[in-house]
């Protein structure tokens, strides 16, 4: 009787596939477990079963597995049908979805192996001067990596001279998986067994010499410590504490007074956090939880609608409270890193270790770590903390899911696939698990705040700001007037300077929002006009003052900044526009005295940047903090009472169905950064165009008229949530390969389909990395089939696909790709 598994494979595959097993190893492998498998000639992947059977393949002979990996499963089913509904309903392939979801560290990639032959003898004469050097690191060495031969030759392709040697038999390759995660394991220290009676003890104290009075000390220093703590004393912890060196330590090991012995610790632990406090709500909060409890009573999903610092973070508090004393795990979800920093801290303060994150500034080894927490429903990590990436977690106790923020666009997967959105993932996920989903925002999207109109969600509101704090007061500042009236000192409106000082003068800070960043956008040659271009993609470079380069922000190309025009040597070149870092720079013209800080993507790269951002405006050491979005969301600063919005024009007219909406989220969260303790907070927007409608919207903090208005043209134009989008994305390197390739998938989808097709488009940057692009869009009414349509649009695909002419050309699917 034959047994096999089915498998996925953590490669851009749509299909499972078929392995032989024994009937050993049949009785031994569960669902979820990872399987070592050989897949193509000689490569061997860490696949996932997701099933065992009795039936041979069809279509090919099913090769035997390599090894097993796990004892235990360490993926769920909750988890393996979540992934495949994110596979059809993002029309990728399971593959991706299987690569993304788990930690890099627990998908072992096998890296190949050389070593030389013993039974083929070696005439050296033969072999060319590279094949010597390879044959020759292998008589010092029993292996090598494809890595160490490219360092040996200083070459890259190394692959011809290495099938040579196979061909001559003088070695051979052998495929190895190589374990990645390893525990962190801490040194401790404890009294040798021989010295627990006192009477030995007494001796060993006395038997010291006096050049050994370091020694002693430390001995001493471990008694009184092990008095105090009553717990397993670390060689760090003992060595930090009586200021000696760990060769002390050693010597003391040497001589038999200590042994060492290790103990297996979590990498991040948030024990010391812990403070004890009551959780005191105000009525509308106390109002608000109990609305939401009633909601949760009949529905799946609430949104929370509480205008800004309205205190949305302490009624999660409360309702986790609930859940995780009824046993249940609760997730966190958060649209940026940058937010995590403040709410762990705030969070661990009332739970301590019960709280775990999970984003990808941890290093795999952290991750690894709270996979098996939630995988083992520890307690430590009854409290997930994460960025969208977090949702893929082994839950198997899921009682409540909270999507704070959940308006932002970063809760949308862009690149790579699977191209999932969050939020909507979330809700899909909570009712396989029959938990509840929370969705809170002060400016929900439009989407969201229609199923919560029309009754799908429930709904509740929250108008108050905590403590009843004002909402911050809104000046207008009509940068064309200003600059004609010479009121501008560089991007500053005098409005905005004075604001600034007076907040000084208060002892107050400030927070200063630019969509963008770097120095300047643009330099232009002011003789001929000629602007720097990124010869691989089709946008002008950034130029970056503090490195004195220009770079692209698509693909990462820089070049030092020129001294002249490229094309007519003039020596007259000229920023145009302004990033972030201008606004640095200029503020430090006019406040020398104070200590001005940037957030955003350049400044934001190393694990702990934020933290240091953040902990430092926080303590006040920071006056001013200039930034990106990243400063837009969820942050709470006491000390701040004023925000200013350098440009708020270049937010509005993105070519984007969605750029007002936008907008209005975007200024309106800035906006609530302000006065959040006592004192009633100022925002100052600069604009060219006071009068328009968002600007107007967002001064009145009329969220209502901005809903009402967008809904409208989106019933007009059929956007949603009147219609599903779904973008196809056509790229290749030959401009006129891709333009035949997409009208012809355009046609084709034209003909097959009796719903709008938009295209093919040229988008706004209609080259990225020397690759032409061309999108087309297809909107399906509400009451159309969207699983139906996504089968016709996926045949259609894999017909473009079989097309032999298309088949260099790429197609990426992305299904909502708002």
């Known amino acids: 009787m034959l047994f096999f598994i089915e498998v996925i494979i953590p490669l851009s595959l749509p299909k499972t596939f078929t392995y032989k097993v024994s009937e050993t190893e049949y009785a031994f492998i569960k669902k979820g477990m990872r399987i070592a498998v050989p897949f193509g000639k000689n490569k061997i992947y860490t696949a996932l079963v997701i099933d065992l059977h009795q039936t041979a393949p069809t279509l090919y002979e099913a090769k035997e597995i390599h090894q097993i990996l796990d004892e235990q499963p360490i993926v769920n089913e909750f988890q393996i049908n979540h992934w495949f509904w994110i596979a059809s309903y993002y029309m990728c392939n399971i593959g991706d979805v299987y690569r993304g979801a ?435 993609c089709d946008v002008s470079l950034t130029y970056h003052k503090y490195k004195n380069q220009l770079r692209c922000h698509y693909c990462g190309y820089n070049m030092a900044k020129p001294k002249n025009c490229h094309v007519c040597s003039s020596v007259d070149i000229e920023t145009k526009g302004f990033g972030t870092e201008q606004i640095e720079l200029e503020l430090a013209g006019l406040f020398p005295n104070k200590n001005i800080k940037r957030m955003d993507q350049d400044t934001t790269r190393g694990k702990y940047s934020f933290e240091k951002i953040i902990d430092g405006f926080k303590n006040r050491e920071i006056d001013v903090l200039v930034g990106t979005q990243m400063l837009a969301k969820g942050l709470d600063f006491d000390n701040v009472s004023l925000v200013g919005i350098m440009n708020a024009d270049n937010m509005l007219y993105h070519p984007d169905f969605r750029a007002f909406e936008r907008s209005y989220q975007m200024m309106t969260q800035v906006a609530g950064r302000a006065g959040r303790s006592e004192k009633r907070g100022k925002v100052i927007i600069q604009t060219y165009n006071p009068l328009h409608n968002i600007i107007q919207q967002v001064t009145n903090n009329d969220y209502e008229g901005m809903y009402k208005e967008q809904l409208y043209e989106r019933k007009i134009y059929y956007y949603p949530p009147y219609y599903r989008l779904i973008r196809l994305t056509v790229k290749h390197r030959d401009f006129e390969k891709l333009k035949e390739g997409s009208v012809w998938l355009y046609q084709v989808l034209k003909q097959n389909l009796s719903i709008p097709v938009l295209g093919p488009e040229e988008p706004a940057v209609s080259r990225i990395r020397n690759e032409y692009i061309r999108t087309i869009m297809i909107k399906i009414p509400a009451e159309t089939s969207l699983q139906a349509t996504k089968k016709t649009i996926q045949k259609i695909l894999n017909s473009f696909d079989s097309v032999a002419q298309y088949r260099t050309v790429k197609v990426t699917v992305n299904v909502d790709f708002y």
């Not at 990639?109 to 390879?134: H, P």
């Open 102 to 536: 788990l930690p890099s560290a627990l998908l072992l990639e096998s890296e190949t192996i050389l070593s030389q032959r013993q039974d083929t003898s070696v005439n050296q004469a033969d072999l060319s001067d590279d094949e010597f050097l390879i044959y020759e690191a292998l008589q010092h060495q029993s292996s090598l990596k494809i890595q160490n031969v490219i360092d040996i030759l200083n070459k890259k392709t190394v692959l011809p001279i290495i099938q040579k040697l196979i061909n001559k038999n003088i070695i051979s390759l052998q495929e190895e998986i190589q374990e990645e995660y390893k525990p962190k394991l801490i040194r401790y220290i404890r009294l040798h067994e021989q010295y627990q009676q006192e009477e030995k003890l007494i001796e060993l104290l006395d038997n010291f010499n006096k050049n050994a009075n370091k020694q002693k000390e430390l001995v001493l220093q471990y008694f009184q410590l092990q008095a105090l703590e009553k717990k397993p004393i670390s060689v760090k912890h003992l060595t930090e504490t009586a200021k000696a060196s760990a060769a002390i330590v050693k010597a003391l090991i040497d001589k038999q007074v200590f042994e060492e012995y290790y103990l297996q610790e979590d990498r991040v632990n948030f024990h010391k956090n812990k403070v004890d406090y009551q959780l005191s709500l105000s009525e509308a909060q106390q109002n608000a939880v109990n609305q939401i409890e009633e909601v949760f009573v009949e529905k799946e999903v609430c949104l929370l609608h509480g205008v800004t610092s309205s205190g949305k973070t302490e009624i999660y508090t409360q309702l986790i409270e609930q859940y995780i004393n009824q046993g249940k795990q609760v997730l966190y979800l958060l649209p940026e890193i940058a937010l995590t920093t403040q709410l762990v801290s705030r969070l661990t303060q009332y739970f301590g270790n019960k709280v775990a994150v999970f984003h990808s500034k941890y290093s795999n080894n952290e991750r690894v770590e709270v996979w098996n927490q939630v995988l083992a429903s520890s307690e430590k990590a009854q409290i997930v903390i994460g960025a969208r990436s977090a949702l893929f977690l082994p839950f198997s106790n899921l009682g409540l899911i909270i999507v704070d923020e959940e308006h932002e666009a970063t809760f949308k997967q862009q690149d790579p696939a699977p191209r999932y959105h969050a939020r909507d993932a979330a809700i899909v996920l909570a009712n396989a698990h029959q938990s509840k989903v929370l969705l809170g925002s002060a400016t929900p999207s439009i989407e969201t705040y229609y199923n919560a109109t029309s009754g799908k969600f429930g709904l509740v509101t929250l108008k108050e700001r905590f403590g009843k704090v004002q909402l911050p007061e809104i000046q207008l500042v009509d940068l064309k007037d200003s600059y004609f009236r010479k009121k501008m000192k560089g991007h500053f409106s005098i409005t905005l300077i004075e604001a600034i000082t007076e907040a000084f003068a208060n002892g107050e800070q400030v927070i200063l929002f630019q969509n963008r960043r770097g120095f300047s956008p643009v330099l232009e040659c002011l003789t001929c006009g000629h602007v720097p271009q990124c010869p691989q």
